[in-house]
């Protein structure tokens, strides 16, 4: 939610309006976000500025870490300056350049967490072999530089159905190949992408996050303040098992989330 | 729902009262139903007098075969004479004597299908493995006598969650291995027993049916006239990249099923 690419946020980053992000931050810890995404890509050469400001103001407000939320080492260095605790860098890549660059940070200071994309310079990989080769290779450079598995959460990329039917299942069946393979693993993605081109998109990307949720994808990129989108993932995450005495179940369901 | 152990269906079979199972009927075929469940149970003695023509009743009100509902052999001989095509019969298991005086029926005149329970003389399974052992012996002794992997719908058991957190994952898990260890197998179960014991039962079952659709279930016993479970089982195949150029999921959009 706190990303300068939504134009009504966008002008309250740019003014610095603390009041605008720390409420912006406070309703996403109120609705149970374990981060706070912080992205000020569209500021170009003040983009350092803006996302060091994005971690500072965010984490005065609430007592969470901030998920990074860019492809810029400059940008990612200086909010690390001011971040407190581990954040989590989204992120790296096998595209030519980003893994170099960011890797160093991911040990300074604190054990920070990296989102891995599986992406490489030959594009989007479209079948779950293709995502599984790039996420194999990724998981090797980044433990080969001591970030260890518990600290990589790879998204294999979700694309549109409307492009392909089989995208959907072969992204699904990529979270849970890469769960299995990879013993301690996080997978991560946001939803959206796959109701591209379609009508219902919210119901679309809720209805598939179940199905990501129950083939071991263990995070999301979402905006915790959609009611629905929680319910539907914490009745999962119950149903996959991992919810003791059903607790979380019964509190969405106090919470009225469930509908 | 032509279920005489609800007791309003109860009272209308008992009367033999044609027009209102034919509108049970009609509806679920309206619905997109492709089989029609019918079960006599509980008139005991005269169970086959009534599923034979429950069967009857349902097959000149709609062009559907029937899911014929009853451990009794008896009362299976007596609907498969009256009932025209394949017809798929609920249900075999490892109890004994329920496989040996079922089993001749299904190559009896039509190539029927079966619904195998992952049910045996010890009780109900509760991990992936005894679903899985259960599965592999109901499987061999049906091939055994004929019945090809694509006429049996193999049922690992729905358990509710709220006597053991696991016991969803423990299926979905079945359901997986199930589909990949027997190629051309068909999976199937009734949701609704996951929720016993919790509130927003209907919730749950939903989004229990998608996270088995995800696991690569292709089947289930359910009310096809309830709009909100279907809709939410069209997306998850279409999801699932069993939809052709998302049309299913178009019209559920357009029959207002999807909420």
């Not at 912006?24 to 810890?29: D, F, G, M, N």
């Not at 997978?187 to 199905?211: E, Q, V």
């Amino acid at each position: 939610l706190i990303n300068a690419s939504r134009k009504d946020v966008r002008e309250k980053i740019g003014t610095k309006n603390i009041d605008a992000v720390a409420g912006l931050a406070s309703a996403q810890y109120q609705a149970g976000a374990d981060y706070i995404d912080v992205n000020a890509g569209v500021f170009g050469d003040k983009e350092p500025e803006f996302l060091k400001w994005l971690v500072q103001t965010v984490q005065e407000a609430v007592d969470l870490p901030c998920c990074i939320d860019s492809p810029n080492p400059k940008a990612i260095e200086a909010a690390l300056e001011v971040h407190s605790g581990p954040a989590l860098i989204n992120s790296v890549s096998l595209e030519k350049g980003r893994m170099e660059e960011v890797v160093p940070l991911l040990n300074r200071g604190e054990s920070h967490h990296v989102v891995a994309l599986c992406m490489s310079d030959e594009g989007m990989p479209e079948t779950t072999e293709q995502r599984l080769a790039i996420a194999d290779k990724l998981i090797g450079r980044l433990t080969e530089n001591d970030i260890t598995v518990d600290r990589i959460h790879v998204d294999p990329l979700v694309q549109p159905i409307s492009t392909q039917g089989n995208f959907g299942i072969e992204f699904l069946n990529a979270v849970s190949a890469i769960m299995k393979n990879h013993e301690g693993i996080h997978t991560i993605c946001g939803l959206s992408n796959i109701s591209f081109g379609l009508p219902a998109r919210r119901y679309l990307n809720r209805t598939f996050g179940i199905m990501a949720v129950a083939n071991g994808l263990d995070g999301a990129i979402v905006d915790p303040t959609d009611k629905q989108l929680m319910g539907a993932l914490i009745t999962a995450e119950t149903l996959a098992g991992k919810d003791d005495f059903c607790a979380n179940y019964l509190k969405a369901y106090r919470n009225k989330l469930l509908s």
